[in-house]
């Protein structure tokens, strides 16, 4: 089965520094990348994806880059601020398992005032 | 309005006993997910279903059982509850039937705790 690593399990950085978060899956067939955020006591809300077909995708502050040769991807958050602390997991999902998620062990960012 | 409902958030229960949390989603999609998040924050999928197809994680013990009583719903039902089954478990739904809009939407979660 896919197996997604991500790196790395803890992050502190000050307010408005930029956070790196970095995934590799296994799975070749792996087509569809989403990012989700957890806050504590909360459900997973995704804040970007990207496809197989795409490279880069930016909103606002935040980034994902993929290379599917190298089987790793990575989500950028610049300007952080105090909010953006949380829980963020990585995911990798293909078309045959129904697009289920499988997911990186998170991130725990914490970014300080 | 909420998109992918859960019920109930918190489910203390005996080891042994059996028990079932409900989902609904009203996003009009065609595929509901089963995770389960453990004590270390880690997800992990149980089963994937749609109107055609259960897909289930083949580490997922066989006491587990979806069931999906039409397309809104997917309710997990559990049975001889062990220790190691505390956890919180999330259900989740997206369009994955089309391939455009494969963005999965969670329910609340439902934090179970066997006793």
């Known amino acids: 089965g896919e197996n997604v690593e991500q790196h790395p399990s803890t992050l502190s950085v000050q307010e408005g520094d930029s956070a790196v978060i970095k995934c590799t899956y296994s799975d070749s067939a792996s087509n569809y990348f989403p990012w989700y955020k957890q806050e504590l006591g909360k459900r997973p809300q995704l804040i970007i994806d990207i496809r197989s077909n795409v490279g880069e995708k930016k909103d606002q502050r935040i980034a994902v880059t993929l290379n599917k040769t190298a089987k790793h991807f990575s989500l950028h958050i610049t300007e952080t601020q105090p909010e953006d602390s949380a829980v963020y997991f990585c995911a990798a999902s293909k078309v045959y398992s129904g697009y289920a998620l499988n997911f990186g062990k998170g991130t725990s960012l914490l970014v300080t005032p | 309005d909420t998109a992918v409902s859960q019920t109930p958030k918190y489910l203390v229960t005996q080891m042994g006993n059996d028990k079932s949390i409900k989902c609904e989603q009203n996003?009009?999609?065609?595929?509901m997910y089963w995770y389960k998040q453990d004590s270390k924050k880690f997800l992990k999928i149980m089963f994937s279903?749609?109107?055609?197809?259960?897909?289930i994680n083949e580490t997922v013990p066989n006491r587990f059982s979806p069931k999906s009583p039409d397309k809104a719903h997917l309710n997990l039902h559990i049975n001889s509850l062990e220790l190691g089954d505390s956890a919180v478990y999330f259900c989740?739904?997206?369009?994955?039937?089309?391939?455009?809009?494969?963005?999965?939407?969670f329910g609340q979660g439902t934090r179970l705790t066997v006793v």
């Open positions: 996003l009009g999609h065609d595929t």
């Open positions: 279903y749609n109107n055609k197809e259960l897909i």
């Open positions: 989740a739904s997206s369009q994955a039937g089309t391939g455009q809009n494969t963005e999965a939407f």
